[in-house]
C-alpha cells in the first residue's frame, strides 16, 4: 500500500468517526432541547423540570405524619421507608391514594375493591380512606414482626395525622387537619 493511499484510509477513517460522533451528540442533544422546549417528563429527561413545580407554592398542600405508639404507651415516629424499604415518594403516596380512595377509579380495579364498593352502592358513596385502616395495620404489622413479642417497644397503635401547609414562604405548615389510628 502506497503513502497516499494510507493517507486517504486515514482520511475516510477520520471522517467516519467525526460523522459518528457528531451523530452521537445530535442523539444526545436533540432529545434534551426538545425536553427543554416542550417541557415533557419522559424519561430520562423529567430532571429538567424539577424546578417547574415552583409556579404553584401558593397552592396549600397536605403531607401526612405516621406514628405508633408502643406497649409502654411511648410514641415513636414510623417512616415508611425504614419498614418497606421503598423510596419515599412512593410509600407517601400510597397514602393519598388510600386516603382519597383512588384505587376505586382504577380501569380494573382488584376484585375487593369492586366488592366493597358494590357493598356501599358504588365507588362514589364509600367513605373517605376506606381501605387506609388496612394499610396502617400492615405497617403496623410490618414494625412488630422485626420485634421479640416480649418487646415493649411493640406497637399498640398506629396512627397517620394530616397536616396541611396552606402555601407561601410564610404560610402556616403545620396545620392539624384529621387523623386515622388502626391496631396492628
Do not use: C
Not at 500500500?1 to 467525526?18: F, H
Not at 423510596?87 to 380494573?108: M, P, Q, Y
Amino acid at each position: 500500500m502506497s503513502e497516499d493511499e494510507k493517507v486517504d484510509d486515514y482520511k475516510v477513517e477520520e471522517r467516519r468517526a467525526i460523522v459518528k460522533y457528531a451523530t452521537f451528540t445530535g442523539a444526545l442533544f436533540i432529545p434534551l432541547l426538545l425536553s427543554f422546549i416542550f417541557t415533557r417528563d419522559l424519561y430520562p429527561f423529567a430532571a429538567s423540570t424539577m424546578m417547574v413545580g415552583l409556579r404553584d407554592i401558593e397552592r396549600e398542600r397536605r403531607y401526612y405524619v405516621l406514628r405508633g405508639e408502643t406497649v409502654e404507651g411511648e410514641t415513636i415516629d414510623l417512616p415508611p421507608i425504614d419498614l418497606t424499604n421503598a423510596l419515599s415518594g412512593r410509600s407517601w403516596s400510597l397514602v393519598s391514594t388510600a386516603v382519597e380512595n383512588k384505587s376505586f377509579n382504577l380501569r380494573k380495579p382488584h376484585p375487593g375493591n369492586i366488592s366493597l364498593a358494590a357493598a356501599y352502592g358504588g365507588a362514589d358513596r364509600l367513605p373517605r380512606a376506606a381501605r387506609l385502616e388496612e394499610l396502617l395495620r400492615a405497617w403496623g404489622g410490618i414494625y412488630n414482626s422485626r420485634l421479640p413479642t416480649s418487646s415493649n417497644q411493640r406497637l399498640k397503635s398506629v396512627k397517620l395525622d394530616a397536616y396541611a401547609w396552606e402555601g407561601g414562604i410564610d404560610g402556616d405548615f403545620n396545620r392539624f387537619v384529621e387523623s386515622w389510628s388502626a391496631l396492628p
